[in-house]
């Protein structure tokens, strides 16, 4: 394997006055490189970028650059929509304006998402020219350069987010992630949902991005045919390549066990990746 150069750390925007960082894989070796621009889980609240600290190795040792970004986080009386999503487009603005400087291929450019980070990668990936999410930070040093990816991964994520509210009313009731994100409820807005759901952004205008998404068949938090299934389906019939990537028993976070440890999850997912970013990215 070839080595792999990790810069750990790097300053991609600051927003309102916090820093935004992420960690770098690099491969090693002359040529541009094609990237992925990953976005962790942890329900809007919560988790951190290392969980794709075996990611990063891996696609990097097979050509594939990694930037694996923190964003800011919601709590209860501070939401994030649509900050955290305008913290992943400028991530992905980041990479194309600096690619130079990274041996990066400003041209081939991808999110990573999971759970929560799937949807705000969706959110980037089909949502980056809606008025809700452009020019948002003009003082950003690569305000000015496209926030458009050629492929998405989403992986268990979270695509309507009103079936989502639903599911936190019933299983925690005093402290539902999504009101705390947007700071309503779907009776309160019901625009605020439709604008932070996934799936209304799948249209034909949007069918040049490659799409992959993976799901387990036993996700205990998010339901698959709610979010994956429907999405998929919405995306089919707007045009879009999308392949599916289901995981038999796997239920919700796994993305961030290793690669290469027996039975693994992620190491059922890994080649499909693979084959998907050789076709799509």
């Known amino acids: 394997m070839s080595q792999v150069e990790v810069r750990e750390g790097v300053t991609y925007a600051t927003h309102?006055?916090?820093?935004?960082?992420?960690?770098?894989?690099?491969?090693?070796?002359?040529?541009?490189?094609?990237?992925?621009?990953?976005?962790?889980?942890?329900?809007?609240?919560?988790?951190?970028?290392?969980?794709?600290?075996f990611w990063g190795p891996y696609l990097a040792e097979r050509g594939y650059a990694?930037?694996?970004?923190?964003?800011?986080?919601?709590?209860?009386?501070?939401?994030?929509?649509?900050?955290?999503?305008?913290?992943?487009?400028a991530a992905v603005q980041f990479m194309r304006g600096t690619a130079g400087q990274f041996r990066i291929d400003p041209e081939r450019i991808a999110l990573f998402g999971a759970s929560a980070g799937a949807h705000l990668s969706a959110l980037a990936a089909l949502g980056s020219g809606h008025e809700r999410f452009k020019n948002a930070y003009p003082q950003d040093a690569h305000a000015g350069v496209s926030a458009k990816v050629k492929a998405l991964i989403g992986v268990y994520g979270v695509y309507d987010l009103v079936h989502m509210w639903q599911t936190y009313a019933l299983k925690t009731p005093a402290e539902n992630n999504i009101a705390n994100f947007l700071g309503a409820t779907p009776m309160d807005d019901p625009q605020l949902y439709f604008d932070a759901t996934p799936i209304n952004y799948a249209t034909f205008a949007n069918n040049h991005i490659g799409v992959l998404l993976?799901?387990?068949?036993?996700?205990?938090?998010?339901?698959?045919?709610?979010?994956?299934?429907?999405?998929?389906?919405?995306?089919?019939?707007?045009?879009?390549?999308?392949?599916?990537?289901?995981?038999?028993?796997?239920?919700?976070?796994?993305?961030?066990?290793?690669?290469?440890?027996?039975?693994?999850?992620?190491?059922?997912?890994?080649?499909?990746?693979?084959?998907?970013?050789?076709?799509?990215?």
């Open 214 to 281: 993976s799901v387990g068949t036993e996700d205990d938090l998010v339901d698959r045919r709610a979010h994956t299934d429907a999405f998929q389906l919405r995306l089919s019939q707007a045009g879009f390549f999308v392949r599916p990537c289901i995981v038999q028993g796997a239920p919700h976070y796994w993305l961030s066990d290793p690669i290469d440890e027996a039975g693994s999850y992620s190491g059922f997912m890994a080649p499909r990746l693979m084959r998907f970013l050789k076709e799509r990215l």
């Open 16 to 53: 309102d006055g916090v820093a935004l960082a992420g960690d770098l894989y690099l491969p090693a070796g002359a040529g541009l490189h094609p990237a992925l621009v990953a976005v962790h889980g942890g329900g809007w609240q919560a988790g951190a970028r290392s969980a794709f600290q």
């Open 66 to 89: 990694l930037f694996t970004i923190s964003y800011r986080l919601a709590k209860k009386g501070q939401t994030r929509f649509p900050q955290a999503v305008n913290d992943v487009l």
